[in-house]
């Protein structure tokens, strides 16, 4: 079933922490542990250092499972992918504020095509640089790592800027989710949410640990 108003917490477990050998029997297995939501990290090796996978593969997970996909662009020029990413079955799609484009047109271009808009801001990126677009996100998306590679240390120095965003979705009268994406396990997850996150990426540990419905459980009760 996809959805996407919430009034609780959205986990999303990464595909990056997936066994790709067998992704769609993966993405059933997430799904079966309790998982709100898919993210779908698209690295082009260079907004990047790393490269991951496009559309065919988001269009296989898409055909695959009925799951609502959250799709994190960490690409240089989204704006020229949004079309494709949305033809693969996207319901959000995510791209970097740091990123080569007119922000503003792609957040534009992503809901004119039918789908949620998300706007992603590294950790050493000043708050100050998305205000101009909250009026146009679904969603705001606080790295908590620098993006590249699942695994690394949640940077607890990304929480003021949550609260920011928090505060200032109150102050404008706005709407949109706030989802934090590294370094998410449940002790992390208790600051991220204490601070307004309410969509938590995980991969690590979700699909790496060892009962992963527990894992679910866990960071959704944290
Ligand atoms: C980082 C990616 C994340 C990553 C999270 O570049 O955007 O989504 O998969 O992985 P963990 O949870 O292992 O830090
Ligand atoms: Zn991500």
Request: charge should be negative; aromatic fraction near 6%; glycine fraction near 8%.
């Amino acid at each position: 079933m996809k959805k996407w108003q919430f009034t609780d917490k959205i986990i999303a477990p990464s595909l990056l922490a997936a066994d790709w050998g067998k992704v769609t029997s993966e993405v059933s297995r997430a799904i079966q542990a309790g998982a709100d939501w898919m993210h779908l990290d698209v690295m082009d090796g260079n907004f990047v250092d790393n490269i991951s996978f496009g559309p065919d593969m988001v269009n296989a997970v898409s055909e695959s499972n009925d799951v609502y996909l959250d799709v994190h662009l960490m690409i240089s020029k989204p704006d020229e992918y949004v079309a494709r990413f949305v033809k693969a079955g996207a319901d959000l799609i995510t791209v970097h504020v740091e990123a080569d484009h007119d922000v503003r047109e792609t957040l534009r271009a992503i809901r004119a095509a039918g789908c949620k808009s998300g706007l992603a801001l590294n950790p050493e990126t000043p708050m100050e640089d998305v205000l101009p677009y909250l009026e146009e996100i679904d969603l705001l998306l606080c790295m908590t790592v620098v993006p590249g590679f699942g695994g690394q240390s949640f940077m607890n120095e990304v929480m003021p800027k949550v609260e920011q965003a928090a505060a200032m979705r109150d102050l404008r009268g706005l709407s949109y989710h706030i989802e934090v994406d590294g370094g998410i396990g449940e002790e992390s997850a208790v600051i991220a949410s204490a601070a307004g996150a309410n969509v938590l990426v995980a991969g690590s540990s979700t699909f790496k640990a060892e009962d992963m419905a527990k894992a679910v459980k866990g960071l959704r009760e944290a």
